[in-house]
């Protein structure tokens, strides 16, 4: 029963990431719950997201407008605090998104650690926030990073290996990579087999990129076989073009917003 | 969908012209129609790729002479239709978020830098070309550049 119940929290906890990239709450679920306000003030902040976008100020007026009605609903704050972020306004985006995570902490605290580690490199904050969220659901599912490209413990593996913490990160991936219920995201072998060409442990490093071609082949992934190569005195020319080739297709770790880490360039690769 | 900011309205984080500090003959191609740098889904634009952006700071950024300062500094711009850069804005804040004064010596030379930069690619609607808001954020530490975003 505890376990559904977890899942159950797990899956609100999807929806309101996604709700984040302007789709809309159901605000009927206030209403059944006996909260009017709530209903009212969701009706008026829903109503605004489908009216208006988000960097127009008659969006931020009328999500202020819903705050109004019902100040300790968690949903306009976060939605107000979307623009900024994407302006890289940390400061402004920091006050709203923390005011939202203060009245919905299991709703919003793994999508506050992921913004801090996609927009800000705040590696340190995002492992916190994530940490945090893992209190609250210590063995349940966390959801996934607003791009849906990593779970949100493999992120915070990602930010452990930013601060140099490699057989840390290398111990939540392969924990997580371990779990029956986890899907495989696009490019977590990807950045097992990274971390561990770090530490110079090659073999499996290229067990993991190989693990990842199956799943997902891209340039990135390409290189970093070439490199293996290289190291072991192979051939490693033709990983080299094929990795250009790959690149020169789109098939490489594209972002719209920042870039992904271990994300490696086009010039970077002609230099192997 | 290609969003952009028709100045009928205000905008969150617009830059509007600024006789004392910005380029008279900084033209845009629509005044009333500046996007977003991410509306095309494409992000950062430059010749070369952010790894060039990341190698003319790595070049020309001289950490020795400044305070071992922590924190963000946010440069935004606008780019016009001809990937031409101007209306440069800058925002500080320490790992706490909170809005802080910079040694100088850093922000004037992250500025400087910014303001050389000559590889925006323009951006384009509908086959038309578009001026656009960019940004560059210096994570800095102990005074030296540790990572730019976007």
Redesign the interface.
Known sequence: MEKSTKYCLSFQLILVAFFTYGQSLNCNVFRLEGDSLKYKACEKATQTLKSF??????F?DGLSAAIKIAPNFDYPYKEQSV??L??????S???LIDKSVELNPKGNLGYRGWCRYQ????Y??AIQDIEALEKIYPTGYLGYSVNGDYELRIAKALCYSAIGQKEKALSIIENQLAKKDHNVGLYDYYQLGVTYFELNKYDKALENFEKQSKVYDFAENIYFRSKVSKIRNKDYLDLKKAALIAYDDGKTM??????HFNKV????ITEL | MFLSQNAKWNWIGNISFDEKIDRKDFVLCNENQIYQYFNDSKGLQYKGEKLAVEEEFQKIYKSENVKKENGWVRIRFVVNCNGESDRFRILTANYDYEPIEFDKNITSQLLNITKSLTGWIPKSVNGKKADYYQYLIFKIKDGKIDEILP
């Open positions: 976008y988000q960097f127009d100020q008659r931020h623009a900024y994407k302006s890289g306004d940390f400061v985006w920091k006050k927009f800000f490199r705040d340190e904050g594209l972002e719209g917003y920042t870039h360039y086009r010039k970077q």
